[in-house]
């Protein structure tokens, strides 16, 4: 029997800052992170594997950051729990006793039961699992027609860095646009233009019906009967958390499949937290359930448990998610924080949005020089601004970050307006010319 204070499951970016975060707030206790995987992935760097780094081995979350702590890291994998005696049973018979439990078992890529043919050779999705992903790279060799299905974040960026590679990409995709959960119209036609560009062809208003073949892939029919030649398909359908080791503790889980939680990351059983994308999420701004799962939101509950573990605080703690992403095409980025236009619409908000396109430097001659362009979406009764969106050069990842701070404050137009920022020529737009700034003015006349 292993005892120690704090046990950890999981060791993705959730286990991995909740355990940085409880070791520093509470450097007497003793702490135990318990993984199934010798080596772990950077989530986000995942797509970039395929083409701009890689290989996986440049795509590891470093230990040293948890060793120098102190904290104790097991591969293992916890098959049960037993939350009265508070004692976990590991696969390899070990067993520990905890006196707070932190759960971060993330989650898994989602498979439809209704799409026929998934199980077929060559046919593969995209886990964090380093095993499993240097094997698809390996399989990939000698491929030349790969078919992606799900034009998300991920599908999209798996689909620009294999097309990188040399491979004859076709991407499906059952919505009007790429990326068009994340994006309004405008944003995404964008980045469509970009990434056709690039050499990727992008199937829109289509979805998979069935996989074909024999015992491995060799077409694909889609819902509009149309049958493509393929000799791998990646399916990026989307995730689903991992709550079964949860569910059989016998935790709440939600409708979504979700652990639930408060806004301090505590379930329903005493000194037991849930973190990352197996942890319940609730959007900021709708308190509705969300399905949002990404690494950064993950790294921001670890922290609420981390600091809330022993002695609650009414400071940090977590409201919901805002959904803040970023991606790039190329020599393009786009992102995204809070509610869209056309979401903030459904949802029954009453609403202006505003546009602005400006350089991201001055002068806008400099080499370097990007068109960046800003749309801002806000409450008219308070001015509050509800999301954002922009697309340009590479800065557009922290101006992106940026809007998240803006809407997690409940800034208005009017503290925007009046908001001091620092520019420089090689770095920002004008400090006359800001494109979140202008995007602003125009808001503001508009209220």
Not at 184 to 193: M, P
Not at 389 to 410: D, H, K, P, Y
Request: proline residues 3%; glycine residues 10%; neutral net charge.
């Amino acid at each position: 029997m292993v005892n120690t204070d704090v046990l950890i499951i999981g060791g993705s970016a959730a286990g991995l800052v909740s355990a940085m975060t409880v070791k520093s707030v509470n450097k007497d206790k003793k702490v135990t992170l318990v993984r199934k995987e010798e080596k772990v992935m950077i989530p986000c760097g995942i797509p970039y594997i395929f083409g701009t780094i890689g290989t996986s081995d440049k795509n590891i979350l470093p230990d040293q950051g948890l060793v120098n702590l102190g904290v104790d890291i097991v591969v293992d994998e916890i098959t049960s729990i037993d939350t009265e005696t508070k004692t976990a049973l590991a696969k390899s018979g070990e067993k520990y006793k905890y006196e707070k439990l932190i759960l971060g078992t993330g989650s898994e890529p989602s498979i439809p039961a209704w799409l026929k043919g998934a199980d077929k050779e060559n046919v593969f999705t995209i886990p964090k699992r380093k095993e499993y992903l240097d094997t698809l790279q390996e399989k990939l060799n000698g491929k030349k027609q790969i078919l992606i299905v799900g034009a998300g974040f991920i599908g999209v960026e798996v689909a620009d860095e294999l097309n990188k590679k040399g491979f004859d990409i076709t991407l499906v995709e059952i919505l009007p646009h790429i990326l068009g959960v994340a994006f309004d119209q405008e944003f995404a036609e964008n980045a469509k233009t970009a990434l056709t560009e690039r050499g990727v062809k992008v199937l829109n208003d289509t979805g998979i019906k069935e996989i074909l073949g024999k015992d491995k892939v060799e077409s694909v029919l889609l819902t509009d009967g149309t049958t493509l030649d393929a000799d791998a398909v990646i399916l990026s359908l989307g995730y689903q958390p991992n709550s079964a080791l949860a569910k059989d503790m016998g935790l709440k889980i939600n409708e979504c499949g979700f652990i639930e939680t408060d806004q301090y990351k505590r379930t329903s059983k005493k000194d037991i937290f849930a973190v990352g994308d197996c942890s319940e999420k609730k959007d900021f701004l709708t308190g509705k359930l969300s399905k949002i799962m990404l690494a950064s939101t993950a790294c921001a509950e670890a922290r609420v448990a981390g600091l809330n573990l022993y002695s609650l605080s009414t400071v940090s703690t977590f409201r919901g998610t805002i959904g803040i992403y970023s991606t790039s095409i190329g020599d393009m980025a786009y992102g995204v924080a809070g509610l869209t236009e056309s979401i903030a619409i459904k949802e029954g908000f009453d609403i202006v949005t505003a546009s602005f396109t400006g350089v991201d430097t001055h002068p806008g001659c400099i080499e370097h020089s990007q068109k960046q362009t800003v749309k801002l979406i806000v409450s008219k009764k308070n001015g509050v601004i509800l999301g954002g969106e922009a697309m340009g050069g590479r800065s557009v990842g922290e101006l992106t970050n940026v809007l998240g701070f803006i809407i997690q404050n409940n800034m208005t137009i009017n503290n925007l307006l009046v908001a001091q920022i620092g520019t420089q020529p090689m770095l920002t737009a004008s400090p006359a010319g800001y494109p979140l700034i202008k995007a602003a003015e125009i808001a503001s006349r508009m209220l």
